[in-house]
């Protein structure tokens, strides 16, 4: 069976809409600095900005590294079972005239990217217990 991947919209390509590339090869590099959080009301809220690059085609040389920039806030609410809500607001770079819109917004409830360090792996604390940095994942 052949797969492929679909890009742009919430998690990779920010910039673009959902689902607006598609292939079987696929190039990605997302780049994001989360703000340290913020508790207001028992609610803990933090920022972001991003830059994300890729693109999905059939076959390697067809790939074109499409461009986004952007920045958006994340909210935690630990009452709702410690649920992530989060906004996005992304701009393509690069993209030619009439081809996408000059901004587009994503609403979701799970962070862009999971917190793990360069091998993959979550850091841990003396006790074992994973240590992220700050309930929003910084």
Do not use: H, W
């Not at 797969?3 to 598609?22: A, N, V």
């Not at 005239?97 to 979550?122: C, H, I, L, M």
């Amino acid at each position: 069976m052949n797969r492929g991947t679909l890009l742009g919209g919430d998690s990779r390509l920010r910039g673009f809409p959902s689902g607006r590339f598609f292939g079987k090869d696929v190039f990605a590099v997302n780049a994001e600095f989360r703000s340290r959080p913020i508790e207001i009301l028992s609610c803990q809220i933090g920022g972001v900005v991003f830059f994300d690059m890729a693109d999905a085609a059939d076959g390697v040389s067809n790939l074109y590294p499409y461009k986004s920039a952007g920045f958006g806030l994340r909210a935690l609410f630990p009452q709702l079972d410690r649920v992530f809500v989060r906004g996005d607001l992304g701009f393509p770079i690069g993209a030619r005239p009439g081809d996408v819109k000059p901004v587009a917004f994503f609403f979701a409830f799970e962070q862009a990217f999971g917190v793990s360090s360069v091998g993959g792996t979550v850091a841990t604390g003396g006790t074992g217990s994973p240590v992220l940095g700050g309930a929003l994942g910084q």
